[in-house]
């Protein structure tokens, strides 16, 4: 049988969408790191930095870096970042939802054409 503790040995990964320490990001972050990998963490804006440093210092992340997904700019900045730190990534974690909060009330069939293509350009 391998050895899975080291499952990830040597990869290189970037995850997005820790919001706190019950996101699911953050238990896939955790698992990454416990086999091996080396991790960076995403945030967009400052409230999520505020949340999202103190958990990159706990897993000892190699990087963290301010990405919204919304943005190609701000993306690329994340790639460029990677690149010149690690020269290559070997997997990404897409963990990022969302919804208009305002059109989660009522029925699901009921949100409008412009918030659903939001969310699944980000989600």
């Given at each position: 049988?391998?050895?899975?503790a ?6 290189k ?6 919001a ?8 896939i972050?955790?698992?990454a790191k416990?086999?091996g ?5 995403t945030?967009?804006?400052?409230i999520?930095?505020?949340r999202?440093?103190p958990?990159?210092e706990?897993?000892?992340?190699e ?10 700019a701000?993306?690329?900045?994340l790639?460029?970042v ?12 897409h963990?990022i ?6 059109e989660?009330?009522?029925?699901y069939?009921?949100?409008s ?9 980000i989600?």
């Open positions: 049988m391998a050895d899975t080291k499952l990830l040995e040597g990869k990964g970037i995850i997005t969408g820790v706190n320490n019950l996101s699911i990001s953050w238990a972050a955790q698992e416990k086999h990998a080396e991790i960076a963490l945030y967009q804006g400052e999520l930095e505020k999202v440093m958990l990159s706990e897993l000892g992340c990087f963290d870096q301010e990405c919204d997904v919304t943005d190609e701000s993306m690329d900045k790639f460029a990677a690149k010149e730190k690690w020269g290559k990534v070997d997997f990404i974690i963990g939802a969302f919804a208009d909060k305002d989660l009330r009522g029925r069939i009921d949100t054409l412009k918030n659903f293509l939001n969310s699944m350009n989600s």
